[in-house]
T-cell receptor
């Protein structure tokens, strides 16, 4: 089956530092990847859509200068949380879709838990 | 994309079938019904999806009503490992592929 990995699985950082999270599709190519954020006891919230070789599309209310997304290859997308603050502490999850058609299912990574002190 | 309505929580006895309903009364003709689940502190897992016909795979069955305004996910023999939040999502085949998650149904499988 399609496998998506994330690295790191958890990270603790000091306020004001930047953190990079990687999302990789291991056995398929993903033209499109998605980034979600999930706070405790809440549902997943879509942050942005990442397209290989082009700029990401951010959802309303998500600061693109704070959450930098790069999708440099068909198997790798990165999310950088710049100048992290305690309110950025959350569970960050990526997903990838193997096909270009909207009918294809997405496969999710295991998530990265970010704690900002 | 059409909005979905699911019960907040459900219980099911281990070994019995779990039937999870979803209402999507405003669904349009090109929209698929997707089901995902999320076990605590993990990324969501794809279960099944369908357009009009009922679907079955190794994990579950998806029953879609003839008018497509509702559907039911069936886990035929629930186990304790099926305890999770189950999300029903309706999405057009022509859109960018993004999934909008609602609150889902928390299924508790009890021994």
């Amino acid at each position: 089956g399609a496998v998506v990995s994330q690295h790191p699985s958890w990270v603790i950082c000091k306020s004001g530092t930047s953190v990079k999270i990687e999302c990789r599709s291991l056995d398929f190519q993903a033209t499109t990847m998605f980034w979600y954020r999930q706070f405790p006891k809440q549902s997943l919230m879509l942050m942005a859509t990442s397209n290989e070789g082009s700029k990401a599309t951010y959802e309303q209310g998500v600061e693109k200068d704070k959450f930098l997304i790069n999708h440099a290859s068909l198997t790798l997308s990165t999310l950088t949380v710049t100048s992290a603050h305690p309110e950025d502490s959350s569970f960050y999850i990526c997903s990838a879709r193997p096909g270009t058609s909207g009918r294809y299912e997405q496969f999710f990574g295991p998530g990265t838990r970010l704690t900002v002190l | 994309d059409a909005k979905t309505t699911q019960p907040t929580s459900m219980d099911c006895a281990e070994g019995r079938a779990a039937n999870l309903p979803c209402n999507h009364s405003t669904i349009s003709g090109n929209e698929y019904v997707y089901w995902y689940r999320q076990i605590h502190s993990q990324g969501p897992q794809y279960i099944i999806h369908g357009l009009k016909n009922n679907e079955t795979n190794e994990m579950a069955s998806l029953i879609i009503t003839e008018d497509r305004k509702s559907s039911t996910l069936i886990l035929p023999h629930a186990t304790l490992r099926d305890t999770a939040v189950y999300y029903c999502i309706v999405r057009a085949s022509s859109n960018t592929g993004k999934l909008i998650f609602g609150q889902g149904t928390t299924l508790q499988v009890k021994p």
